[in-house]
């Protein structure tokens, strides 16, 4: 039997992990894109709330915002409620997880972002203006195309740290792969076995991630010329 | 487009708000029956990923009789009275001790079962287990548990290895890390001991009942505070199965002995 018969419930487990993961990365994505929007916006206040944003969640450990969004919201929705009167409102724990994890790392992205849409030259985008373009129109057909060959190592290592963070959501009581592995390793008292074939899974979607990423790496980087030292 | 599309419906989908869940008529037709997995043979995971044991099939035997329709919300040890209180279920299941610091937070119900705890360690290393003997010695124990707090208490002189789980305490015992475990006699010896890796270990010293049945311990049923009208179904639903049967059919499905204590 492999993994004393385990093996099914383990790649259940698996799916869940990367359906949190793949919505996680699409959240952080949106989040990341509005963050650097708004730090390299011309609006004060704009800047601001990205600043506050990034510093608070980048300063803070996960597992404690995950705990506070968890049960603190559920608590302060219940509270809501029953000044309202309105039925009891369960907040899911996948929603909770992936939404967290999705908001935690969409700080980190801001960085990645910001700092790769700095390093399209300024030229680039003034000279699209100056053919009459309007701003998003730069932004979406200049910018983000040139732009994403210099976000690419910062966001593969941003993608690599979330699929192992997304372990994080068994604490709200998602059934994920390390999760179920934990409990198989209790019932059977192998904890090796299990945790051993979880890290080997986990470097598997890891290593498949890294070859894509730089891939998708290579393609972006066309009509650029490698240069070595 | 299309692809675009489903992708979009899954996200709001998965979001697409909070279910709201009916509110809760006083006739508790529904049930969310907070039960964990990290106990065996109170509770396990089959290999089809369901849960399984003495909690989770006393749990089915008190929905039954009380009919309600129950829904097991899986849940770590850590989270279970947070858990409770934010309403994610309205009972626990979970080989739970009552003890005077849980009282606080929760009401439980008539103890279910109670079993002694044993001190398990290399078969022969000490011929009696008390404060001297295990002068220096390192105990490894669940914490959040009445054991823990009553290892912390009487043995001052000892090293204390707090462990998340039950499971936990045999496996580090196993692994060299402490020179003694503290645990459940039951869940100990039935699983640890008649494995290979229990090989050479054995139980040491008298057993020891910490606040018994008897005196307001055991393990019970938690409940939100409150909540007076499960309070008293699941009372009356534990002596029913107690009387009909129903009780020992589960007990000797796991135990060769009588775990009720009452």
């Not at chain 2, 009916?22 to 990290?38: D, F, H, M, S, T």
């Not at chain 2, 009972?91 to 610091?101: F, H």
Request: hydrophobic share 50%; glycine share 8%; proline share 4%.
């Amino acid at each position: 039997m492999v993994l004393y018969g385990y093996l099914p419930a383990i790649l259940e487990g698996l799916v869940l992990t990367l359906q949190v993961s793949a919505l996680s990365l699409a959240i952080a994505c949106v989040f990341g894109l509005i963050g650097a929007s708004a730090k390299l916006s011309a609006s004060r206040a704009a800047r601001w709330s990205a600043e506050v944003y990034t510093t608070v969640i980048r300063g803070m450990p996960e597992l404690v915002l995950m705990l506070l969004i968890f049960y603190g919201g559920q608590i302060g929705i219940n509270m809501l409620a029953e000044s309202q009167g309105w039925p009891y409102i369960d907040v899911p724990p996948f929603a909770a997880g992936v939404l967290t994890i999705g908001f935690i790392f969409g700080a980190y992205l801001t960085e990645t972002f910001r700092g790769a849409i700095l390093a399209v030259p300024k030229g680039q985008a003034e000279a699209g203006l100056a053919f009459a373009m309007s701003r998003t129109t730069v932004m979406r057909r200049i910018v983000l195309p040139q732009m994403v060959r210099h976000a690419i190592p910062g966001f593969a290592n941003n993608w690599l740290i979330m699929i192992k963070a997304s372990a994080l959501v068994s604490i709200i009581g998602l059934d994920d792969m390390v999760h179920r592995a934990g409990l198989a390793a209790a019932t059977t008292r192998a904890p090796f076995t299990f945790y051993m074939a979880v890290a080997m899974i986990y470097l598997t979607l890891t290593s498949v991630s890294i070859f894509l990423l730089s891939r998708l790496e290579a393609r972006y980087s066309l009509g650029v010329k490698r240069v070595d030292f | 487009m299309i692809r675009r599309l489903t992708l979009a419906s899954m996200l709001i989908a998965s979001f697409a708000l909070p279910s709201a869940v009916l509110a809760q008529a006083p006739g508790w037709a529904k049930i969310r029956v907070g039960v964990e997995a990290n106990y065996p043979p109170f509770s396990q995971m089959g290999t089809d990923g369901k849960f399984s044991g003495f909690d989770i099939d006393i749990a089915n035997a008190i929905c039954a009789e009380i009919k309600a329709e129950c829904t097991l919300v899986s849940q770590e040890w850590d989270g279970m009275m947070p858990a409770l209180n934010a309403k994610k279920f309205d009972m626990i299941v979970a080989s739970m001790s009552i003890t005077p610091e849980r009282k606080k937070s929760a009401d439980f119900s008539d103890s279910y079962y109670d079993i002694p705890s044993a001190w398990i360690g290399k078969t022969g290393s000490l011929k009696e287990v008390n404060a001297t003997t295990l002068k220096g010695k390192k105990i490894i124990v669940t914490r959040n548990t009445p054991r823990a707090k009553f290892v912390q208490e009487h043995f001052k002189d000892s090293e204390v290895l707090l462990v998340a789980k039950e499971a936990e305490v045999t496996m580090e015992l196993a692994a060299g890390r402490g020179d003694i475990g503290f645990g459940s006699s039951l869940a100990a010896t039935a699983a640890f001991l008649k494995s290979p890796e229990g090989k050479g270990y054995s139980k040491l010293g008298a057993p020891i009942t910490l606040g018994g049945a008897k005196d307001g311990g055991g393990v019970g049923i938690a409940m939100r505070k409150g909540e007076d009208s499960l309070l008293a179904k699941v009372n009356a639903a534990l002596k029913t199965i107690t009387a009909n049967g129903v009780y020992k059919t589960i007990n000797d499905k796991y135990f060769d002995v009588n775990i009720r204590g009452e």
